[in-house]
């Protein structure tokens, strides 16, 4: 089998549920993220793509049911590229980049465009079809936005419980405080506003035409955990989750560009990243939050390396609570908390559903180029109980081999 890297990665400013790119449509902004990849590397003739491999968790509106083929086609791309839209809801780009990398391991594609795009804001009402013609009872328009929705009635009752409120059972579960859930959070927006003062981002992000956003709208500088503790719990009168120590409804695409060892020197690229290993898991849908500790256990055991190789980790914070547990039992097998989301998380970043999977491989690979780290991992937790993983080796020959002294290094197969 060959191997797939990571040859570029860009995306859009992350914008807050109703704010600054709440009047772009997402096909609009997924191309925006695509095209502005692409720009990025001119020799790649674009009629030479073998596929776009999209991620989008909503495609009930302007999404458009395929809304891969839709962006690529507003982004100028020839007609004769194809385009897929894949659903795995939060993990949805990262299972994106994870189908379009196997590809290229199979041989059946050179060049896979992949990435995601989530808006939150435009996300329509649905109005369930009547059981008969001229109903004479009402009938309840759903928001698709977040969460469950048309619960089918033979799920248990556990099972289908908010989002919200799992995340209070997981937190019961592994005792995890709300002064820790407060100081995680604010620990995120300290670490994201100061990521963009130094400049990390500025190569990763692009703005989104017609619309006045340059960094992350969700930021809030000076966020500390005394001011987190004023704010009232959402999903329980006596809970520790409020809006403050939970990711936001947000807006937003990425992209992530991969192709094969040739594609290099045929198209002039430079590869960033191997995309070592790859792992899935999934548990009881009311766990969700924790399920990213099994994947990346089986990524990691997929390339062939343990956490004290790692020297970089990018996990998706949708609840600071499930963070916690998921970095707690992570740090029992050797693993730095600190080099967790050091450049900020999707609490401050926000987390556009469709698009935060390829958000946090482009944001570790990053990480690994400048932090002179080589392995890392990218890890997303799923609603209905799923998570993915991803493990990349940074391509930099100067690169140190990790933090730790772990003697799987580099033994390993993708996965």
């Known amino acids: 089998m060959s191997h797939a890297f990571v040859y570029t990665a860009v995306r859009t400013p992350f914008g807050r549920f109703g704010g600054a790119l709440s009047g772009v449509r997402?096909?609009?902004?997924?191309?925006?993220s695509l095209g502005a990849a692409l720009d990025r590397v001119p020799g790649l003739d674009r009629e030479r793509i073998d596929d776009i491999v999209w991620g989008d968790a909503n495609g009930a509106g302007e999404d458009n049911?395929?809304?891969?083929?839709?962006?690529?086609?507003?982004?100028?791309?020839p007609t004769t590229v194809p385009g897929v839209t894949v659903n795995r809801l939060c993990g949805s780009s990262l299972e994106a980049a994870i189908q379009g990398s196997r590809a290229i391991e199979a041989g059946d594609a050179e060049v896979v465009v992949t990435g995601g795009v989530e808006s939150m804001t435009r996300a329509?009402?649905?109005l369930p079809k009547s059981e008969k013609a001229f109903?004479?009872?009402d009938l309840t328009a759903v928001s698709t936005t977040l969460g469950w929705r048309l619960v089918n009635d033979r799920m248990p009752a556990e099972w289908t419980v908010s989002l919200g409120e799992a995340n209070e059972q997981l937190g019961e579960l592994y005792g995890i405080s709300r002064e820790r859930q407060d100081e995680f959070s604010a620990r995120s927006h300290r670490l994201a506003d100061q990521a963009w003062d130094d400049g990390f981002y500025d190569?990763?992000?692009?703005?989104?035409e017609g619309a006045e956003l340059s960094r992350d709208e969700g930021i809030r500088p000076g966020t500390t955990p005394e001011r987190l503790a004023g704010l009232t719990p959402v999903f329980r009168r006596d809970g520790t989750i409020t809006a403050g120590n939970a990711?936001?409804?947000s807006d937003g695409a990425a992209?992530?560009?991969l192709g094969s060892e040739a594609a290099a020197s045929r198209y002039g690229l430079d590869p960033l990243a191997r995309i070592a290993g790859r792992g899935a898991s999934a548990c009881d849908p009311q766990l969700f939050g924790f399920a990213p500790v099994e994947a990346a256990h089986r990524a990691l055991a997929r390339a062939g390396v343990d956490w004290s190789d790692v020297g970089a980790v990018e996990l998706n914070?949708?609840?600071?609570v499930q963070s916690l547990a998921c970095v707690d039992a992570w740090a029992k097998d050797g693993l730095d908390p600190e080099l967790v989301n050091a450049r900020g998380g999707a609490i401050a970043l926000g987390h556009p559903l469709g698009a935060s999977g390829a958000r946090i491989l482009g944001t570790v690979v990053q990480r690994l180029r400048e932090e002179r780290q080589r392995w890392g991992v990218a890890a997303i937790c799923i609603g209905v109980g799923q998570a993915l993983a991803v493990v990349v080796e940074n391509l930099d020959t100067e690169a140190g081999a990790g933090t730790g002294t772990g003697t799987g290094a580099g033994t390993g197969r993708a996965g």
């Not at 083929?69 to 791309?77: D, P, T, W, Y």
């Not at 190569?203 to 989104?208: F, G, S, T």
């Not at 914070?317 to 600071?320: D, L, N, P, T, V």
């Open 203 to 208: 190569d990763l992000v692009v703005p989104v």
């Open 65 to 77: 049911r395929n809304v891969a083929r839709m962006a690529l086609l507003l982004a100028g791309v």
């Open 135 to 137: 109903p004479a009872g």
């Open 124 to 126: 329509p009402w649905v």
């Open 247 to 249: 990711s936001p409804l």
């Open 255 to 257: 992209t992530v560009l």
């Open 26 to 32: 997402p096909d609009d902004l997924a191309a925006a």
């Open 317 to 320: 914070e949708a609840f600071a």
